[in-house]
């Protein structure tokens, strides 16, 4: 959402990475879905239960730096949320654990990259790393 409405004099790059973000997010998504159906699984795509089974709360902010305020929050909680469910895989399943800590690397990425434009666009971090 943020890739689409992000506005102002320094929204380019910003949108770029929201875009990119969210490219890479659908890229998870389609390996969790593959590895559920390998797994034997039938992949939930409901959506009257995806805002429930989210790690994180649906938000936009009103500004530019507001916006990517959000996205640092959201990716900080992805990180968490996928460390957690490497250790919970462990050596049960090596490979769904691999794919999270590979994602878990995405994740990191991403967070670096928000935590980057807010020191860039308002000049100091909103929270220590």
């Known amino acids: 959402m943020h890739a689409v409405s992000a506005a102002g004099i320094s929204s380019d790059s910003v949108k770029a990475e929201f875009a990119e973000h969210a490219k890479e997010e659908q890229e998870h998504m389609m390996a969790v879905v593959a590895r559920i159906t390998q797994l034997g699984g039938e992949p939930n795509f409901n959506p009257e239960g995806l805002a429930s089974r989210s790690a994180s709360q649906y938000s936009t ?44 690397s995405v994740e990191e990425e991403h967070a670096d990259d928000m935590h980057d434009l807010l020191v860039a666009h308002e000049g100091k971090p909103m929270l220590t790393k």
């Open 61 to 104: 902010g009103p500004t530019l730096v507001d916006m990517i305020k959000e996205n640092l929050i959201a990716e900080r909680i992805a990180v968490e949320h996928y460390r957690e469910l490497a250790r919970y895989f462990g050596e049960d399943d090596p490979t769904t654990k691999r794919m999270m800590e590979w994602i878990l």
